[in-house]
């Protein structure tokens, strides 16, 4: 399984970015892609999940309303559109995925095996 996270850049507050994560090396029915970011000096922190097949989405709540993950299967693609970002959203995001992580655990970077490098965001204020 191969992870690559890409789209990340310098935004102005209120501004948007949309990360991209792709997927390559399985069929990924089964696994939740998950995002997860890490600040400077800060522990690496979970931003939002969605399930392959069910489509279903997770998100941090200092984030719901202001993100939002969507899918292309056809491009083996997960997105994730940034909306009205915030200084403190700056750090540098990952994409991770792994089958079969229950909802109890899919926060948790450690629910997830597989991890693409990152992508920094930078948002000024």
């Known amino acids: 399984v191969q992870l690559q996270a890409f789209g990340g850049g310098v935004v102005q507050a209120g501004g948007s970015l949309r990360l991209s994560c792709a997927t390559s090396g399985d069929t990924f029915s089964g696994y939740v892609v998950g995002w997860f970011r890490q600040a400077p000096g800060k522990e690496r922190e979970f931003v939002a999940a969605?399930?392959?097949?069910?489509?279903?989405?997770f998100y941090k709540d200092s984030v719901q309303g202001r993100f939002t993950l969507s899918k292309d299967n056809s491009q083996n693609m997960v997105y994730l559109q940034m909306n009205s970002l915030k200084p403190e959203d700056t750090a540098v995001y990952y994409c991770?995925?792994?089958?079969?992580?229950?909802?109890?655990?899919?926060?948790?970077?450690?629910?997830?095996?597989?991890w693409g490098r990152g992508t920094l965001v930078t948002v000024s204020s």
């Open positions: 991770a995925a792994d089958r079969g992580v229950i909802s109890s655990t899919i926060r948790n970077n450690r629910a997830y095996g597989h």
């Open positions: 969605i399930r392959w097949n069910s489509r279903i989405t």
